[in-house]
């Protein structure tokens, strides 16, 4: 299965170990991993939780993982987010993905990192020693969407 | 045959409910319909016309307001999302 929605913690090593293996003549796996920031400040972020919309969430990130594979040519993908209560430090999003060479596989990987950050339906509470908010969306992450639009195998 | 309505993370808190099933309300065919008959019953459900850039999804795809609505599905309101 290469999208896993779930609270467990993941083993970085041991998921590239088996897409590597799976990718069968690969050349190159790139992979990206998201954590809760640290913030030392006063008002910095004590914990987070993520929300989010069982089912769709799983079809949201197949398809993504879908559209990667038609624009480039992608071996094995892996995609791996944690819900429920998090720490700073804590890994929150694993992106992995293996092909012949370097740039389809650093390309896949910016791509479907970016597709999931405005499409999967994942909501982030943050709480903070003031009390708790859910996380604004970004317009910044609107823009690394649009840079991906028309883009054919770039 | 009714509908199922879903509210996700600040908007579900805003709505005290993560859901509700209903008829399809007589007129209703797509969600920004939808929306707006919710909306009209008065708060707290008057958020959902006030929500800033509220996303929806039926039957678990992202679609725009104007995505039809039919007896069976399954629509899902709720604020832009920050995984990742």
Redesign the interface.
Same mark, same amino acid.
């Given at each position: 299965m290469s999208v896993s929605v779930r609270e467990a913690d993941f083993d970085v090593g041991a998921e590239i170990a088996a897409l590597s293996v799976e990718g069968g003549d690969a050349g190159a796996v790139a992979s990206f991993v998201?954590l809760v920031r640290r913030d030392r400040s006063a008002g910095g972020i004590r914990a987070m939780t993520?929300?989010?919309?069982p089912?769709?969430t799983e079809? @949201?990130l197949a398809e993504i993982v879908a559209e990667a594979r038609r624009r480039w040519p992608l071996m094995a993908v892996r995609v791996v987010?944690r819900v429920g209560r998090l720490l700073p430090g804590d890994r929150?999003?694993l992106v992995a993905v293996s092909s012949s060479h370097r740039q389809a596989a650093f390309a896949g990987c910016e791509f479907i990192?970016d597709y999931?950050?405005?499409? @999967?339906?994942?909501?982030?509470?943050e709480e903070t020693a003031l009390g708790s908010r859910?996380?604004? @969306?970004?317009e910044s992450d609107d823009d690394a969407l649009r840079r991906w639009a028309g883009s054919e195998n770039s | 045959m009714t509908i199922r309505v879903l509210y996700f993370a600040g908007l579900r808190e805003a709505l005290g409910t993560s859901g509700e099933e209903m008829p399809l309300p007589a007129g209703v065919n797509t969600a920004g319909g939808l929306r707006d008959h919710i909306a009209a019953r008065g708060e707290p459900w008057a958020q959902l016309a006030r929500a800033r850039n509220l996303r929806c999804a039926v039957n678990q795809t992202m679609v725009g307001l104007d995505a039809v609505v039919k007896r069976g599905d399954e629509v899902a309101f709720f604020p832009p999302v920050t995984g990742g």
């Open positions: 998201g993520l929300e989010h919309y089912g769709m079809k @949201a987010h929150i999003v990192m999931l950050k405005t499409r @999967a339906p994942f909501w982030k509470r859910w996380v604004d @969306a970004r | -």
